[in-house]
């Protein structure tokens, strides 16, 4: 036997027993908490599933930790202190970028126009159908995440409320800062579904009331009853979590995961399961045309619905639920929570210690 062979098999030794090491040693990190994995059926339940909810299929994941809650404003704020980071509604409109994702031709708006901002709900006094969201969504000059109406508004009594106005590379980067990443759409709806197999909520059956989750009540978009307390966002744990302990994981705002969208990828899986191939920790790595955004050279995956979610209009607080956004899109309604592995967890706790 060779040295080379000898070194080799030391050196994997090594490996599985520090690996072991890890699997047995490292605690949920704070403020998450450990989804041992496994198999599920992933897609839509009920009668509100939509088609790029379909075909059901089974789909294994590997264990995981999750944020019990969305990462809140308090958590960004330590983000932003500690690294200088500004957010891309912090930051004037890249006309060179924006064109990319607008019909050819389209005229370069005005320099007053391409000034920081974000796109924020307004209750309408009164609409035209519910098909030109135009009417109720406003791009407004100075909102971001620590001024979530504009620069007269503030969130200094929001600190436990999620974070808003983040872009997919504005909570890409906090991810990363915190050593984690963005769940994928197999991670975030296995644990969201918190051990229920197949329900179309993610506390089961019952149709949703004012004491489930976050969302509207009354008529969309003109009239918001606030029966569940709140007619925007709501603090984190403010209701009930689900089967994991995890909270809003319907309703309060919506959430980025990893992947890219693409409307037809669960009958493309099912085409590789046919084939004997097995569903395992998949994520949409590639870019694919969004009918949605026809003009958007890419799009990414948000999970969970809102405070604006209706039965009537927007039922997205349920677990299957899924919607198309381009990555630079930052709204007042779109959040989002971390993930990590147990190698991730184990960096983590490593940096934490040595810091002390």
Request: aromatic share 10%.
């Amino acid at each position: 036997m060779s040295i080379a062979t000898i070194l080799s098999a030391f050196l994997s030794s090594l490996l599985i027993q520090n690996t072991i090491k890890i699997q047995e040693v490292v605690s949920a990190p704070a403020g998450m908490v450990w989804i041992p994995g496994g198999k599920f059926l992933m897609g839509g339940g009920g009668n509100e599933s939509r088609p790029d909810e379909l075909p059901v299929h089974s789909v294994e994941v590997s264990g995981f930790f999750i944020g019990i809650s969305e990462v809140t404003n308090r958590e960004y704020s330590k983000f932003v202190q500690a690294t200088g980071y500004r957010t891309i509604a912090e930051r004037a409109v890249d006309w060179e970028q924006l064109k990319k994702q607008v019909p050819a031709g389209t005229p370069k708006p005005a320099a007053e126009v391409l000034v920081p901002g974000s796109m924020v709900f307004q209750i309408p006094a009164q609409v035209e159908g519910t098909n030109d969201y135009s009417q109720w969504w406003r791009w407004v000059p100075g909102a971001c995440w620590k001024n979530p109406e504009g620069p007269d508004s503030t969130i200094t009594d929001r600190m436990d409320h999620p974070v808003v106005h983040v872009s997919w590379p504005d909570a890409v980067a906090y991810t990363k800062w915190i050593g984690g990443s963005l769940p994928t759409e197999a991670q975030w709806e296995f644990a969201a579904r918190g051990g229920l197999e197949s329900k179309p909520f993610i506390w089961g059956v019952q149709p949703i009331d004012a004491t489930h989750a976050n969302t509207w009540q009354g008529e969309f978009p003109t009239n918001n009853t606030r029966a569940d307390g709140f007619v925007g966002t709501a603090p984190v744990g403010a209701f009930p979590a689900n089967g994991y302990g995890l909270f809003d994981m319907g309703g309060n705002v919506w959430e980025w995961c990893q992947d890219y969208y693409h409307a037809d990828v669960y009958a493309e899986r099912i085409r590789k399961i046919s084939k004997g191939e097995k569903c395992i920790d998949p994520v949409q790595h590639v870019p694919t045309r969004d009918l949605r955004h026809p003009d958007a050279p890419e799009t990414r995956v948000q999970r969970g619905g809102s405070f604006l979610c209706n039965a009537s209009y927007c039922s997205s607080y349920r677990p299957s639920a899924r919607m198309s956004t381009t990555p630079d899109s930052a709204t007042s309604h779109a959040g989002f929570r971390v993930v990590m592995s147990k190698e991730q967890a184990h960096a983590r706790e490593n940096v934490v210690q040595n810091s002390k």
